[in-house]
């Protein structure tokens, strides 16, 4: 087994996480990890094995946590950063916040942003020429897309809680950018998002 970790993650684990035992067939034998691996002591072999990729033996069985799947639940949302700079500090203190985590929150670099506003159909338009003369400039700015999974209070709960909390940290941050702008270009954005 290969240690994976999707953009799903932050919310739901890696594979080691996810793992709850494994059997493998060995040179030597059997090896079945036991479903219950929280020790105090020694190491934990669902770990050593995750990642061996069949240096250890073959993988026969494996049993993962799961969760309910509820897709009507969940909430996206998404911000346009002037700059790489502004994105990762909203990224890092959102993630650094105390109101719980979003599964998904992906920063994109300048150039994968440049091609969701195509793929997204917003290059050419009247948001695409407002957010230009607010200095959401095509090549430098960077798209924040989050997602909130699970429960259908707790997805609206962390959904609201990041927004506001990007919003608030960017007025606190530095009054002088204008960052009502950024709300109103927030919302019109995430309404054409939201379309497709």
Same mark, same amino acid.
């Given at each position: 087994?290969?240690?994976?970790?999707?953009?799903?993650?932050?919310?739901?684990?890696?594979?080691?996480?996810?793992?709850?035992?494994?059997? #493998?067939?060995?040179?030597?034998? $059997?090896?079945?990890?036991?479903?219950?691996?929280? /020790?105090?002591? =020694?190491?934990?072999?669902? @770990?050593?094995?995750?990642?061996?990729?069949?240096?250890?033996?073959?993988?026969?069985?494996?049993?993962?946590?799961?969760?309910? #799947?509820?897709?009507?639940?969940? $909430?996206?949302?998404?911000?346009?950063?002037?700059? /790489?700079?502004? =994105?990762?500090?909203?990224? @890092?203190?959102?993630?650094?916040?105390?109101?719980?985590?979003?599964?998904?929150?992906?920063?994109?670099?300048?150039?994968?942003?440049?091609?969701?506003?195509?793929?997204?159909?917003?290059?050419?338009?009247?948001?695409?020429?407002?957010?230009?003369?607010?200095?959401? @400039?095509?090549?430098?700015?960077?798209?924040?897309?989050?997602?909130?999974?699970?429960?259908?209070?707790?997805?609206?709960?962390?959904?609201?809680?990041?927004?506001?909390?990007?919003?608030?940290?960017?007025?606190?941050?530095?009054?002088?950018?204008?960052?009502?702008?950024?709300?109103?270009?927030?919302?019109?954005?995430?309404?054409?998002?939201?379309?497709?």
């Amino acid at each position: 087994m290969t240690r994976v970790a999707g953009q799903n993650s932050t919310f739901y684990g890696k594979i080691e996480d996810l793992v709850v035992s494994q059997e #493998y067939i060995t040179p030597a034998g $059997k090896i079945k990890t036991s479903e219950c691996h929280a /020790r105090a002591t =020694g190491p934990i072999i669902d @770990r050593i094995l995750i990642g061996s990729e069949g240096a250890y033996g073959i993988l026969m069985t494996i049993t993962l946590r799961v969760f309910k #799947y509820m897709p009507e639940n969940t $909430k996206r949302f998404s911000f346009v950063f002037k700059n /790489r700079e502004d =994105g990762k500090t909203a990224l @890092r203190e959102t993630m650094q916040s105390q109101f719980g985590q979003p599964s998904v929150l992906r920063l994109s670099d300048p150039e994968e942003t440049s091609v969701a506003m195509n793929m997204y159909g917003v290059e050419g338009t009247v948001i695409n020429k407002i957010m230009k003369i607010r200095g959401f @400039r095509s090549g430098e700015r960077c798209l924040l897309l989050g997602t909130a999974d699970g429960d259908k209070e707790f997805t609206k709960l962390i959904a609201n809680e990041a927004c506001l909390f990007i919003l608030d940290f960017f007025l606190f941050l530095d009054s002088q950018r204008l960052v009502k702008n950024l709300a109103c270009d927030y919302f019109v954005l995430y309404q054409k998002l939201s379309e497709n």
